[in-house]
T-cell receptor, first 114, second 115 residues
Framework: AQKVTQAQTEISVVEKEDVTLDCVYETRDTTYYLFWYKQPPSGELVFLIR??????QNEISGRYSWNFQKSTSSFNFTITASQVVDSAVYFC???????????FGAGTILRVKS | DGGITQSPKYLFRKEGQNVTLSCEQN?????MYWYRQDPGQGLRLIYYSQIVNDFQKGDIAEGYSVSREKKESFPLTVTSAQKNPTAFYLCASRPAGTANTGELFFGEGSRLTVL
């Protein structure tokens, strides 16, 4: 069975600090996909990134970066120089190759204070 | 603009009443999903549909029903059998052929409160 754990329920930082959101997953498949979504106060989940299990290359997109390590089954998300607009709930999710659904973690509430 | 529209945004219901949440998409996506979000529990899958006139139960389908008569519409009915219906409900869709590789597109959600 697949499972996603986001151990950090809530994180508070001051603007311009760097922050890392942790994600640990469990799956029996060798082929799977990992996702990060952002949920701002408006409620709509916004897709941030997708990574397949064969691509362990880290990715950077502006202030966002992702560290995928199969050895530790982790897919962590770092925001550099955080801003107030980064305040949101962030979800990590997993999709297996032969499944048709996304399994989400419980989410991490990020509060960035000015 | 293309997207997913959920209505109503807020809904109050008395115990024992059924209520239907609307989800419409103009993205021409084949697959549609309903998720329930509770504080500290993330999103849990209620039902999903990969094609018109077909749908499957998710992890927490009890007390819910759906229909998929049109490609663009996937309404969710929360029945009186649902023991704890107060929650935030999110509808999502994704294109055909993307299955596990494609990201989901979400609506803004409907917040249901049972009085």
């Amino acid at each position: 069975a697949q499972k996603v754990t986001q151990a950090q329920t809530e994180i508070s930082v001051v603007e311009k600090e760097d922050v890392t959101l942790d994600c640990v997953y469990e799956t029996r498949d060798t082929t799977y996909y990992l996702f990060w979504y952002k949920q701002p106060p408006s409620g709509e989940l916004v897709f941030l990134i997708r990574r397949n299990s064969f691509d362990e290359q880290n990715e950077i997109s502006g202030r966002y970066s992702w560290n995928f390590q199969k050895s530790t089954s982790s897919f962590n998300f770092t925001i550099t120089a955080s801003q107030v607009v980064d305040s949101a709930v962030y979800f990590c999710a997993l999709s297996e190759w032969d499944g048709n659904k996304l399994v989400f973690g419980a989410g991490t509430i990020l509060r960035v204070k000015s | 603009d293309g997207g997913i529209t959920q209505s109503p945004k807020y809904l109050f219901r008395k115990e024992g009443q059924n209520v239907t949440l609307s989800c419409e998409q103009n993205l021409n996506h084949d697959a549609m999903y309903w998720y329930r979000q509770d504080p500290g529990q993330g999103l849990r899958l209620i039902y999903y549909s990969q094609i018109v006139n077909d749908f499957q139960k998710g992890d927490i389908a009890e007390g819910y029903s759906v229909s998929r008569e049109k490609k663009e519409s996937f309404p969710l009915t929360v029945t009186s059998a649902q023991k704890n219906p107060t929650a935030f409900y999110l509808c999502a869709s994704r294109p055909a052929g993307t299955a596990n590789t494609g990201e989901l597109f979400f609506g803004e959600g409907s917040r249901l409160t049972v009085l």
